[in-house]
C-alpha cells in the first residue's frame, strides 16, 4: 500500500520560503511520477510541480516557475517542494501524489498524501 506523508508547512511572510517535504513508502518508486498540487479555499485542486523519480525531469505550473524548485532524494524516498518569493496567493493546502507516467490533471493520480497547509500573509 503506497502511503504519502507531507510535511513542512506552515505560516510565512510574503517573500519569504518554506520547503515542503512528501515521504513515500509501499512500493518502488522508480517507475512512478511524484507531483504536488493545492488548493485553496473554493478553488479547485491545481498542478504546482511534477517530477518524474527515475529520470528525475520536472514540470511546472506557470504560475510558479522560477520560485518553486521540485527534487528527489532516492536514498530516503522523498520528494521536495522548494518554494521561494511566496506569495499570498499561494495560501493554499499542499498535497503530494503519485502514479505511473506523468499527469497534471488530478483525476488521474491514485495516491494522495493528507495536505499540509501553506498560510502566506501579505
Known amino acids: 500500500q503506497v502511503q504519502l506523508v507531507e510535511s513542512g508547512g506552515g505560516l510565512v511572510q510574503a517573500g519569504g520560503s518554506l520547503r515542503l517535504s512528501c515521504a513515500a513508502s509501499?512500493?518502488?518508486?522508480?517507475?512512478?511520477?511524484m507531483g504536488w498540487f493545492r488548493q485553496a479555499p473554493g478553488k479547485e485542486r491545481e498542478f504546482v510541480a511534477g517530477?518524474?523519480?527515475?529520470?528525475?525531469?520536472?514540470y511546472y505550473a506557470d504560475s510558479v516557475r522560477g520560485r518553486f524548485t521540485i527534487s528527489r532524494d532516492n536514498a530516503k524516498n522523498t520528494v521536495y517542494l522548494q518554494m521561494n518569493s511566496l506569495k499570498p496567493e499561494d495560501t493554499a493546502v499542499y498535497y503530494c501524489?503519485?502514479?505511473?507516467?506523468?499527469?497534471?490533471?488530478?483525476?488521474?493520480?491514485?495516491?494522495w498524501g493528507q495536505g499540509t497547509q501553506v498560510t502566506v500573509s501579505s
Open positions: 509501499g512500493r518502488t518508486f522508480s517507475t512512478y511520477f
Open positions: 517530477i518524474s523519480w527515475g529520470s528525475g525531469s520536472t
Open positions: 501524489a503519485a502514479r505511473i507516467g506523468r499527469a497534471t490533471h488530478p483525476w488521474d493520480y491514485e495516491y
